[in-house]
C-alpha cells in the first residue's frame, strides 16, 4: 500500500490559489470554517486522511491526470454554477432508461440525473457499467445494481438467462424486472457515485489532494474505500458554485441520515452504514458551532 502525502504546503495552495482576488474569497470562510479546511490539510489530522494506493489497477496508477486545484477549477472553462432560474438538481428514478431519455428536462433544472436499480449492462458490447454522464448538457444516468453484494453470484436473479432480440421501442424485458434489496450499503455506494457524478457535472475534476468522494475509482472495492464527503479543496470548489455555510450543509446532510428514524431508532431507509459519517459529520459540527464571528 502506497500513501500519498503531499507536503502540506502544496495543499494549501491547491486550497487558497496563488491568486490574490481568490485568496481574499477565501478569507470570506469564517474563522471555524477557515480551521475545519486549513487544519484538515495537516498530517495525523483527525478528520481528512490521505489517499492509499492498494495496486496498480486503482484509479491513479492507471489514468495518469494532473491533479486540479482550486484555481484550476475555478478557471476551467466547462466549470458550471447553478444560475438564476436554473438551480434544482432533479433526481429522477427510472424504470426504462430509454423512456426516460424521451423525457425533457424540466426548464429550472441545472442538471437532471437518472438512477435505475435495473442493470445497464445488457450486451458485452456495451462500454458503460455503472451509468453515464453528460457534463455540457448537465444529464447522467446510472445503474445501482452492480452495488448489490451479490450481483457477482452466478445465481443473481437481475440478469437475463438467455439472449433476447429486443425490437425497437420494446422494453416489456424490463417490465417486473427483479431489483436487488436496498441494504444500507447499497445506498451509501448509490450516495458516493451521486455525490461524484453530479460533482463533475459541476466541472469538478478527480481529487488527488485526498481522500475524497471525486477521487476516480477503477473498482468496487476502491470505491468502498473512498469517502462519501468532499476534502477541503473540494468542498471549497463546490462552496464556490452554489454558496454555502459548511455547517448548513453538514446539517442537512445528517437530516437525510436521520430523517425517518422511529423512537426505536428504526429507519424507514437503512442508514447503518452511514454510521461513521453522522459521528464524523457531529465532530465537524461541534468545530463548525465553536465559531461566534
Ligand atoms: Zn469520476
Ligand atoms: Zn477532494
Redesign the pocket.
Known sequence: MQVIEHPVERLHTALLSTRKDLIKTFQKFSRAEKTLLEDGLLPGNSLFSPITIHSDSDWIPSHPEDPQDFQSFYINPYRRSPKRGHKTIYIQTIGELLNFLKQIKPSDAFCIVGITMIDLYPKESWNFVFGQASLTKGMGVFSFARYDDHFYERSYTGRLKKKIELKQGDYSVFENYYTPPITSVLLLRSCKTLTHEIGHIFGMEH?Q??N?V??GSNHLQESDRRTLV??P??LRKLQSAIGFKIADRYKALLHWIEDGADSNGQHSKPTQAFQEYKDWFYKCLRILESDTS
Open positions: 481529487c489532494w485526498l475524497c471525486m477521487q468532499l476534502c479543496i473540494c
